[in-house]
């Protein structure tokens, strides 16, 4: 049974920093790669950052380029993302996702297989 679970969310004051996890089980974490996406009220969910199993290609939204940094530790299963100079405009639930798949553009949510439910971040203005 595969699991992703989001930890490190919370309410941070803008341009502040956060590190959000995410652990995995019953996956083999180093064939896959890793992702982070948003979802913010009554908005859709958006990409914000994917690295591939090997962690030599990374990708982030223009939003967030900059700003945020996604790694991740394969010895421990986990994907981080470390936000920094945080924004009003970043508050949302984020989400970990995984796929054993790469290509091009991997910033679709059907390009992913599997999810985490979610941790808050809230940025007061």
């Known amino acids: 049974q595969v699991q992703l679970v989001e930890s490190g969310g919370g309410l941070v004051q803008a341009g502040g920093s956060l590190r959000l996890s995410c652990a995995a089980s019953?996956?083999?974490?180093?064939?896959?790669?890793m992702a982070w996406f948003r979802q913010a009220p009554g908005k859709e969910r958006a990409f914000v950052a994917t690295?591939?199993?090997?962690?030599?290609?990374?990708y982030y939204a223009d939003s967030v380029k900059g700003r945020f940094i996604i790694s991740r530790d394969n010895a421990k299963n986990t994907v981080y993302l470390q936000m920094n100079s945080l924004k009003p405009e970043d508050t949302a639930v984020y989400y970990c996702?995984?796929?054993?798949?790469?290509?091009?553009?991997?910033?679709?949510?059907?390009?992913?297989?599997?999810w985490g439910q979610g941790t808050q971040v809230t940025v007061s203005s």
């Open positions: 996702a995984a796929t054993n798949r790469w290509g091009t553009y991997m910033s679709r949510q059907y390009q992913y297989d599997y």
């Open positions: 019953g996956i083999t974490f180093s064939g896959y790669a």
């Open positions: 690295m591939k199993w090997s962690g030599g290609s990374t």
